[in-house]
């Protein structure tokens, strides 16, 4: 089967330890989460994590069953590249002395629309969001001055499609809730 | 105007309130505050001290399954937290509900590692349904209600409540309420006239349908609408492991069990029906075999309350997401009355084949004399006739628990309690006290090796404590006779750390105030089983087993399960 790289959105009530919970699922599958990011969702109260995992669909189709049914997560929607609009944010610590000696900085800046967060006498620290080639393309170019250190977050997405499922799933809930109350 | 009450107290209250009678357990440091409140309960609550923590979860778990209501434990924090991790991990993969509620250290000390302190979240999130720290006494009442609506409901299982010493000292104003929905949790999925439809027509064009029953039938309660559909439409059943007794050993319809070691006839037709319709099974690979060659001609529909079972293994033509009781009902009135003589037929040569090679080798061996060691299976049948087919089988795991399945006969519902998924030597002994107190009026029948004895032997004291009478039989050949056999078949006879210096077990039965007796040879056990019978109360036979005895018919590991083996070197064909 073959395999790339999907991500994985859950949405889940607001509890400990449910990354935990959610992860281990994919190690007891022996698969790498190559990138976590957790926050609030658009909805009150309710989380949004996002995982990004190399697997086939096959595996990942299974994977977001095992999460749908645990406890306290609403839903599990997994994506390939071309579905989402996603973003990482990158931070590079660099020298300022080496940057300054460098004739090229100030393209490198601007070509790669980085942003300067912080400059002293000793590093400046640049700042770069995009897709993961981006950020990787910038460290490698900054390489050469000695990067002192890096750090990429997770990948966070939002989806391309027109319906919003997840709404839709809360709204289900609620007349399930309704109905059960009646009875 | 509400009460204040100790956390304690509303642990108490609220096992109560959800219908609890018994409780199986073992106090320590962290857990006595409520331990301390249970005294006040006593008229309520029946606490069963067992001898270890184990001991506690198997038998909360026997008793789960033999009465359907949720098994409770309560033990303390650390060692004890980790000696229910064997029982919970059985639980959840053999989808026995249960609550089991450790204590826990003082909030503040919560990740110091204080005295008796384990991650208990950390080490039980991967092996239960859900787990949860309970940290402020006013959570207790939401947590065990939510404990048991989840235990209890859509595909059953284990909740561990770990409840720190602050929440049981501390103080709550009373107030329970059930709880009957979690908004991210639907046991009862909606039932879609679309799957039935199209598992009704697939069924009604068949010309070679089977049914395999799983433990989902009993667990819904649909042991009736089981034999309802199977006689309507004429159709076959075969039980797994689990599914065993949903119907009756003698229904002309039952052909036996799939898998490892289950019948020829189910297992060679496996892969030659042209339907197979599973109800609450998750096709293990002890009843696949290996999975590419499952089934190949079947169209396959699944049954399940849990939707992540489909095609986690073995893909499925069509599926119904229910309760098996509910889409059973469903498609009983959209199945065709029909006859399958022809096919039904195809499984009496596998069947004859199995009474003469397999069965009679077991049952009348004729190639031992009457003061020779027995075979497992003659002695299963003996104590199972003289029962009249109406007792509990417990079974430990191995030899003792293939042939126990394989040699006991079935008139009731939820006769069978076995560790499948797990395989959990040491289940049967603490497992047949649970259901003896479940089921104070059936026969208790605890199967089980010398080796799987001593893994919990210990639970002897339990049935003295409580004067719990099971009848119990140890198939003892002095050996772990499950891996010799796989020694003997696969690994040269090289019999590596499988010879057992065995103690004298009726001494150990005697020194409890068991009567007990060594039966050493054939024909001595007749009488043996009659005194035993005659007994109330506990009576604990020592079987002398002959240590060649192997467990056949045998899916050869690694192959399709149409590939059989009847004896170590012949293979069935037909």
Known sequence: MEKKLYTISVFTENQVGLLNRISIIFTRRGLNLESVSSSASSVHGIH?????????????????????????????YFYTDDEIVYQEVALYKVPTQKLLDEKDFERIIRVHNARILELTREYTILEKTGHESETQALYELLAKYGILQFIRSGRICITKSPTEHFTHYLTEQELRRQQIEKN | MSERITGSEAICRALVAEDVTTIFGYPGGQIMPFYDKLFDFSDRLNHILTRHEQGAVHAAQGYARASGKVGVVTVTSGPAATNIITGVADANVDCTPLV????????????????QETDVMGITQPITKWAYQVRRPEEIPWAVARAFYIASTGRPGPVVLDITRDAQVGTLDWDYKKINYIRSYNPAPELLPGDVLAAASLLNRAESPMIIAGHGVMLSNAEEDLIALAEKADIPVASTLLGLSSIPSDHPLNKGMVGMHGNIGP????????????????????????VKNYAPQAKIIHIDIDCAEFNKNVKAHTTIHADAGKALKALLPLVNKSKHTEWLATFDKPEEVERTEVMKRELEPDDIAPDGA????????????????????????GQNQMMAARYFKYTLPKSVLTSGGLGTMGFCLP?????????????????????????????????????????????????????????????????????????????????????????????????????????????????????????FPMVVPGAAVDDILINTTTKYEG
Not at chain 1, 48 to 76: G, P, W, Y
Request: aromatic fraction near 8%; hydrophobic fraction near 45%; charge should be negative.
């Open chain 1, 48 to 76: 949004k994590m996002n995982f990004t995992c190399t697997s086939d669909r096959e595996t990942i189709e299974k994977v977001i069953k095992q999460i749908e049914r645990c406890i306290d997560v609403l839903r599990a």
């Open chain 2, 100 to 115: 089991v509620i450790t204590g826990q250290v003082a909030v503040n000390s919560l990740g110091t590692d204080a005295f």
């Open chain 2, 267 to 290: 297992n060679i037709n496996t892969n030659r029906a042209d339907v197979i319709l599973a109800v609450g099974l998750r096709f293990d690979d002890r009843v696949t075999g290996v």
């Open chain 2, 374 to 397: 027995m075979r497992m299976g003659e002695v299963v049948r003996k104590i199972s006739e003289a029962s009249g087919n109406k007792g509990i089988l417990v079974t430990d795991v």
């Open chain 2, 431 to 551: 497992a047949a006290v649970g259901a003896k107190i479940a089921c104070p009026g059936r026969e208790v029948f605890a199967f089980m090796g010398d080796g799987g004895f001593q893994m919990t032997m210990q639970e002897l004291g339990t049935m003295l404590a409580y004067n719990i009478g099971v009848k119990v039989i140890i198939l003892n050949n002095d050996f772990l006779g499950n891996v010799r056999q796989w020694q003997a078949m696969f690994y040269n006879n090289r019999f590596s750390a499988t010879p057992m210096i065995n103690p004298d077990f009726v001494t150990i039965a005697n020194a409890y105030g068991f009567p007990a007796e060594r039966v050493a040879t054939r024909a001595e056990l007749p009488a043996a089983i009659e005194r035993m019978m005659a007994h109330e109360g506990t009576y604990l036979l020592d079987v002398n087993i002959d240590p060649e005895d192997m467990v």
